[in-house]
């Protein structure tokens, strides 16, 4: 049996990735694998942006709603997981495609899982410490000073990667950046034909303009009430990592009492643009990737004439 290219169909959120993989499945005869650190948790439905349960039904996505909200999931289970549905998928004689946007996911499945230094937690302990006495817009200048790659794909209010950045650096003597730059390129790319695509935005301004008119929908169609039946939920709590994911976070902390629903309807908007900003940055960076634009049909039109032409 001949062995199928991968296919991969990256971009920032809210530009109609899914929808292409869809149109795709019309045409090929394809997995879809979803590359999505939200859509994995079952239940987080409507802020993750999932598919609706009929699209899944027709159209099934692997890795969607398999790990319960209060469960912890890292991006090695994540290559794990990609690489059985991957090895299925060719046992099924069809062509992988991997869609989402959750960029360290991809990293690590293309280019191999980085090695790099496990947890402390004295050192974790002390940046906390440094954290409540300096606030971690202050920690995160100063990672900016220490490796400006990672400041800049890592937002300001992310506590949990701003932590782990410094306690890479602490630990080895390393930047995270360093670490991802050695390992870079092992792994899939090397054993396997794969074909990278990514889907741009027409415009930074329509694509900001998407995203709220994304979140707002998801606002209407109850997130709301989603996250407080999620928060019912035993042992679920708004400290979760789940809860910490964009939309939700600011929906808990609106629930919690910290700002009001207007004020959450605008972090949650910003927080989101801020995420398709950083998703953007490392998919410049990105080798070897194909551009193709938000009209579905002609994207698969390309991506059909590439997959030709390179079988």
């Known amino acids: ?62 890795l969607v709603s398999f790990i319960d909200p209060w469960k912890t999931y890292s991006t090695a289970l994540f290559v794990n997981d990609a690489r059985k549905e991957i090895a299925l998928a060719d046992k099924s004689n069809k ?19 980085s090695r790099m230094p496990k947890a402390d937690q004295s050192v974790r302990d002390e940046i906390s410490m440094q954290a409540k006495k300096n606030g971690w817009g202050y920690l995160h200048k100063k990672l900016a000073e220490i490796d400006p790659n990672s400041a800049k794909r890592i937002h300001q209010n992310d506590t949990q990667r701003i932590q782990r950045a410094l306690e890479v650096y602490r630990v080895s003597s390393k930047t995270m950046t360093e670490w991802l730059e050695r390992d870079k390129g092992s792994e899939l790319l090397k054993s396997r034909k794969v ?68 004020e959450m309807i605008d972090k949650a908007i910003n927080a989101t643009r801020q995420l398709a900003k950083r998703q953007m940055t490392w998919l410049r960076s990105w080798k070897n990737l194909h551009w193709v634009n938000q009209d579905t049909k002609v994207s698969v039109d390309l991506i059909q004439k590439q997959l030709s032409h390179n079988s």
Do not use: N, W
């Not at 296919?7 to 899914?18: D, E, F, N, S």
């Not at 090929?28 to 859509?39: K, T």
């Not at 062509?95 to 899982?113: A, D, K």
């Open 95 to 113: 062509l992988p495609v991997l869609v989402g946007g959750t960029m360290l996911y991809f990293r690590s499945l293309l280019g191999g899982i």
């Open 195 to 262: 074909m990278q695509f990514a889907v741009a935005p027409e415009s930074r301004e329509v694509l900001r303009e998407d995203i709220k008119t994304r979140f707002l929908s998801m606002i209407e169609a109850g997130l709301i009430k989603e996250v407080e039946e999620l928060l019912k939920l035993e042992p679920m709590d708004s400290k979760q990592s789940s809860m910490k994911s964009v939309g939700y976070r600011q929906v808990c902390q609106y629930l919690d009492g910290k700002f009001g629903y207007d």
């Open 1 to 62: 049996m001949k062995e199928q290219p991968i296919v991969t169909i990256m971009g920032p959120t809210g530009v109609g990735k899914t929808d292409l993989a869809i149109l795709l499945s019309e045409e090929l005869a394809i997995d879809i694998v979803s590359v999505d650190s939200v859509q994995i948790y079952r239940r987080m439905d409507i802020g993750s942006g999932k598919p609706s349960s009929e699209v899944l039904k027709r159209y099934p996505h692997k």
